[in-house]
């Protein structure tokens, strides 16, 4: 029997090798079992990802069927592509950020064997924390079932019949069920039925296909069915950003598309105004909940930083002056705040609203803060200075708020606020020695964990909670080298279900002789020094904003020279690289060739190791992910961390 697995691909390089091991190594596994006929053969259909993912592929898995499109067709139109092609008595649309048990295949095939009624077919999901996805199993979206969804009574009444409904709640998670629709993370079908129902329906872009396509199945007089003899982990929500506008669009436009389809009259209006109010109405509240979240710590620093400078200027205009008037009321309006937002830019340049928060991040750029309105205020007019004493005294009281904020955000244990010297990550590694010691050495090159202890067998689920808890671990790291999927799940697993567990343990996996650490929802990867959108250098708009940022920091560098220049490392080359980068012939930030002008500074300056310690191909793939991702945060985050060294 032949299987055929389509990975649609988006900017996932790090989950789709992780996914593409996985699947070769259940290939091998199933070749080892006696008189085991079933065989494999792997689509990959790129939709213009501009991360490597084509490359990797290529170099790293050149069996694989791939399809390199020059644009992103969407989820739907990319698995036709495959699929049109594929060979196989079973076909399996297959995320690329996923992980299988090296059984699965083989089980879903002998489940095929004995169900001819089985068209489509689902396995158990669990998230990279260990806890079961109830997106395994869903309902036919009916719009009660969607209601009780949406207004979130499914969590109160999880297992209820018709409350949960969209969910199938009063189905055992651990039991072989037949379901109306299957998520499109592991969704197989038989060649029979999709002879039978067609290809997936390209009216959708994104969302809703696997809704259509799992209900095409029912309607063509097959069974789909729900199977948790097998498992597999599923990093959810890696290639799109869930709750943003265009998510909100394309997830409303493709259930917009379902309810035309197979609802009608009064229902269909009322499902889709139902579905309108709804997804709309959570989507605006995510995004108020994101504006409040990256605004809330910067307006509390605003707030307390301005009162202290009130405060400050009433006591010395009442104890120095002898007049509680003295100081005009545009020193109060206009000259206190702009004092405050210089200090927290500065702050903020130096990565001082960051997470984890770093004490000497807001310490440095503060102080560079004070400088430059020191620097200013010497520029002013007499009439205009107000008063040297009470700059000093009130950009001191806004260093102290800033950390009294920070540390009291710290006692209250909330995530990114510890301030305590040993806040790195305490892991556990679990593998043998000999790959341990590889991941060992690789957390240390990203200086972003402590390893604790390193267990070099397998242990049962209490051995390693106990280890969790002896040593306080945060993060237990297994090897995929040394440790089956069905070995990580179990762990995983057990170790979510046992009481009194140590909480907010996160889970990750290290792949064979890879430099990348995958866990929920992350990686950590030593290319991974920004988290953004692709933007690449050379485009029209970034390279002249490229240029405006070399222009303005280099006149604000002379500008500020007469306090600079005398905390340089190199001081003869100070006024030398301002002069270069502000005539264009150099740029601050800049790597090796690629239509770029040579660099000041490279994107290896912005590691805290010594470039010269870092080896040839790090610094090439830092080059080369700066080179695709390029932001204007990036250049100016690298020139403040190299500001004493211009």
């Not at 950020?97 to 004995?114: G, N, Q």
């Not at 903020?348 to 609203?353: A, I, K, N, S, V």
Request: charged share 20%; aromatic share 12%.
């Amino acid at each position: 029997m032949l299987l055929s697995i389509v990975i649609v691909n988006y900017n996932v390089k790090y989950f789709l090798e992780q996914c593409l091991e996985s699947v070769y190594n259940s290939n091998l596994a199933l070749h080892e079992a006696p008189g085991e006929e079933l065989q494999l053969e792997v689509f990959v259909v790129d939709n213009a990802s501009v991360d490597g993912s084509v490359e990797m592929v290529r170099e790293k898995y050149p069996q694989v069927h791939l399809i390199a499109n020059q644009a992103n067709v969407g989820f739907a139109r990319a698995n036709n592509q495959a699929l049109r092609q594929c060979r196989g008595d079973l076909m399996l649309l297959l995320n690329p950020d996923t992980v299988v048990e090296h059984d699965t295949f083989s089980k879903c095939a002998d489940f095929y064997a004995t169900h001819p009624d089985c068209g489509g077919l689902a396995v158990k999901m669990i998230n990279g924390e260990g806890t079961y996805l109830k997106e395994s199993k869903r309902g036919f979206p009916t719009p009660a079932a969607s209601f009780y969804k949406m207004s979130g009574l499914v969590r109160l009444f999880p297992h209820s019949r018709r409350i949960a409904a969209y969910y199938m709640g009063h189905l055992s998670d651990d039991e072989t069920n037949p379901v109306d629709i299957l998520p499109g993370a592991y969704l197989m079908i038989s060649r029979k039925a999709l002879e039978k129902v067609g290809l997936l329906d390209e009216s959708y872009f994104m969302y809703g296909e696997d809704i259509d396509f799992s209900w095409r199945i029912k309607l063509a007089g097959f069974e789909n069915y729900y199977f948790p003899e097998t498992r597999i982990i599923h990093y959810k929500g890696e290639s799109t950003k869930r709750g943003s506008m265009n998510y909100v669009y394309t997830f409303y436009n493709a259930m917009s598309i379902f309810v035309k389809r197979y609802f009608s009259g009064r229902n269909a209006k009322f499902f889709n105004l139902l579905l309108h109010l709804a997804i709309w109405g959570r989507a605006t509240l995510a995004w108020m909940k994101r504006v409040l979240q990256t605004i809330a710590l910067p307006a509390v620093d605003f707030a307390v930083a301005y009162m202290g400078f009130w405060g400050l200027k009433q006591l010395w205009a009442t104890y120095w002056a002898s007049n509680v008037n003295y100081y005009p009321p545009q020193y109060t309006l206009l000259v206190i705040p702009l004092y405050i937002v210089l200090l927290m830019l500065c702050s903020w340049l130096y990565g001082g609203y960051q997470k984890p928060v770093r004490v000497m991040r807001i310490v440095k750029g503060m102080a560079v803060g004070t400088a430059m309105l020191l620097v200013f205020y010497s520029l002013l007019n007499e009439s205009q200075r107000y008063s040297r004493a009470l700059l000093l005294l009130g950009c001191g009281w806004t260093l102290v708020s800033s950390l009294g904020i920070r540390g009291l955000l710290s006692l209250l244990h909330r995530p990114g606020f510890d301030l305590r010297p040993q806040s790195l990550r305490r892991c556990i590694i679990v593998g043998g020695k000999e790959e341990a010691a590889r991941v060992r050495q690789l957390y240390e090159s990203l200086g972003c964990a402590r390893i604790v202890n390193i267990i070099d067998s397998l242990p049962d689920s209490q051995k390693l909670n106990d280890t969790i808890h002896i040593y306080r671990a945060d993060e237990v790291i297994f090897c995929s080298k040394d440790l089956s999927v069905q070995q990580i799940i179990d762990l995983m697993t057990d170790l979510s279900q046992l009481p009194g567990r140590r909480q907010q343990v996160e889970y990750k996996i290290v792949p064979s002789e890879s430099d990348f650490i995958i866990g929920s929802n992350s990686i950590n990867s030593t290319e991974d020094l920004y988290a953004e959108e692709l933007h690449t250098v050379v485009s029209p708009l970034n390279r002249r904003n490229k240029r405006l940022l070399d222009m303005a920091t280099s006149l604000l560098l002379i500008l500020l020279s007469p306090i600079l220049f005398w905390f340089q490392g190199r001081k003869r080359l100070y006024f030398v690289h301002c002069w270069q980068v502000l005539t264009g012939r150099k740029t601050w930030v800049g790597t090796r060739g690629h239509e770029t002008r040579p660099g000041i500074f490279g994107p290896e300056h912005a590691l805290s190791a010594q470039p010269k310690y870092l080896s040839p191909e790090l610094k090439q793939r830092l080059h080369l992910r700066y080179l695709r991702n390029y932001k204007i945060a990036t250049d100016l985050q690298i020139l403040a961390k190299n500001i004493f060294n211009i």
